[in-house]
């Protein structure tokens, strides 16, 4: 009975161990999903609601849908963006700050115009603090009207 | 003269393979253990990263050696050295082709054994010299290991002896050239083959039986105290001892370098004739080599107590019953 059990112990064990093996060569011939990032870039393709930056969509023209109503600088937790209006309607500087932005999109999300977006560039790092802060609206852009 | 030129010549041939191998089985490790975890491994230097182990030597050689205080200094610089010349000695005695054998006695293979076992005294100097409680469990452990492993892995390997009536490494590898030893050995080889895998792996301290070195209790084991090239002699020294064991188990079982024949299929023999020695042995021992890595990253590591059980209670029973099933065998 003894003897038995030993046997019957060893085949089972083999066996158990041969599962294990099954189950890493299933991974090692497993297909490798790793991104190697900076060889794919520009090949990769990204979903679409992955949020990088924000942007302020602008047509040929050079005209932007911003009305500066300040709705994005109230709902932003942050104070990642500043806005400010020399008159009623008329956007003078948006500022973004992509180093305190944490990418919730509260902002396009309350935006009444659909004035800014989130997009999928992801490449923001640089020396200094400065270059982080960014202004969305373009020099010398206007508010694009209802009849045009 | 001219022999010292040739002896010469020889010693720096098996060196300079020694390293190289050492660096493609470091590699090799590193991109195997990578796909078995369901990732790419080294990638960076080079291409698919080929020259990541070239670059971790250049790193090694550079470090400094870390002086111990109130370690046996002299037994704790030799103690590297131990380890890496009772490798060495163990591959140069390797048939890597036909007539490619820098050593070729009449007990080769009595000879391989004896001299891979000189590296647990070079382990137990490591451990004893540092001065380390890590180091000195780490290699009581692997003296514990070493010496208990040698026993099954010898009795296995005594079983081809018995099969092929010689130790010598060339003449055992001539026999093989009709068949290899374990579809020649019936059932008595093919678990004589198993038998010394598990124990061959084992003796390496490597896989689910790297007790020595275990990183979560003993930091590193015998050579926690070990820094720069001395910590890259036990680091190459395991890496080429796998590679060892895996050769001495494709010369033993696998026919080393003859080519596979199967008696009766003439045309396909003519065939497997065309391939090279060398890559027939290379190609079988990474075979042995990837069984070892598979076995590594598959199994958790065994309790102490566990291991013993394992040699003691069911391998060595098995090998001392298969070496008289193979008795048997060869008298019919």
């Not at chain 2, 042995?288 to 029973?317: G, H, N, Y």
Request: glycine fraction near 8%; charged fraction near 15%; charge should be neutral.
């Amino acid at each position: 009975m003894v003897r038995q059990n030993y046997i019957l112990r060893l085949v089972s064990s083999l066996w158990h161990l041969a599962q294990g093996l099954y189950i890493t060569m299933l991974n090692f011939l497993r297909p490798k999903v790793t991104e190697q990032y900076p060889e794919n870039r520009g090949k990769h393709i990204y979903f679409e609601r992955f949020r990088a930056e924000l942007i302020m969509p602008h047509d040929e023209n050079n005209q932007h849908r911003c009305t500066a109503c300040g709705i994005c600088q109230m709902n932003c937790p942050n104070g990642t963006i500043r806005v400010t209006s020399s008159a009623p309607r008329i956007l003078d500087r948006h500022l973004y700050d992509i180093g305190s932005c944490t990418f919730c999109a509260l902002c396009t999300q309350t935006c009444p115009q659909r004035a800014i977006e989130f997009t999928n560039s992801f490449e923001h790092s640089t020396f200094t603090k400065g270059p982080l802060v960014k202004q969305l609206n373009r020099p010398g852009s206007s508010l694009k009207t209802a009849s045009e | 003269m001219n022999i010292f030129l040739q002896y010469i010549l020889l010693g720096v041939a098996i060196l300079v393979a020694y390293a190289v191998l050492a660096l493609i089985l470091i590699y090799v490790e590193r991109k195997v253990c990578g796909f078995f975890q369901c990732r790419i491994g080294p990638n960076r230097v080079g291409p698919w990263g080929v020259f990541q182990s070239v670059a971790d030597m250049v790193k090694i050689l550079l470090k400094e050696l870390v002086h111990i205080d109130k370690a046996d200094h002299v037994l704790f610089r030799m103690a590297s050295f131990f380890v890496i010349i009772g490798s060495i000695c163990t591959f140069a005695a390797l048939p890597f082709a036909r007539g490619v054998q820098a050593i070729d006695f009449n007990v080769g293979i009595f000879y391989v054994l004896a001299v891979s076992s000189l590296g647990v005294v070079g382990i137990l100097l490591a451990g004893w010299s540092s001065n380390s409680k890590y180091s000195m469990i780490g290699a009581m452990r692997s003296g514990a290991q070493l010496i208990s492993y040698e026993i099954s892995s010898g009795l296995s390997l005594m079983t081809i002896v018995v099969l092929s009536g010689t130790m010598q490494l060339s003449e055992i590898v001539e026999q093989q050239s009709d068949l290899w030893f374990i579809f020649r050995g019936h059932v008595p080889a093919c678990i004589a083959f198993l038998c010394y895998l598990i124990s061959g792996h084992a003796e390496t301290n490597r896989g689910p039986f790297d007790m020595p070195e275990a990183e979560s209790e003993l930091t590193s084991g015998y050579h926690t105290e070990y820094s720069g090239i001395q910590f890259g002699f036990f680091y190459l020294a395991e890496y080429l001892n796998m590679f060892i064991v895996a050769a001495v188990a494709s010369t033993m079982f696998l026919g080393g370098w003859q080519p596979l024949h199967i008696p009766g299929l003439d045309g396909f023999n003519a065939v497997m004739d065309f391939i090279p020695g060398i890559v027939w042995f290379l190609g079988k021992t990474f075979f042995c080599v990837f069984l070892a890595l598979w076995i590594r990253w598959t199994f958790p590591r065994l309790r102490i107590d566990q291991l013993l059980s394992l040699e003691w209670k069911v391998l060595m029973p098995i090998c001392l019953v298969n070496l008289l099933l193979m008795a048997v065998v060869v008298i019919w």
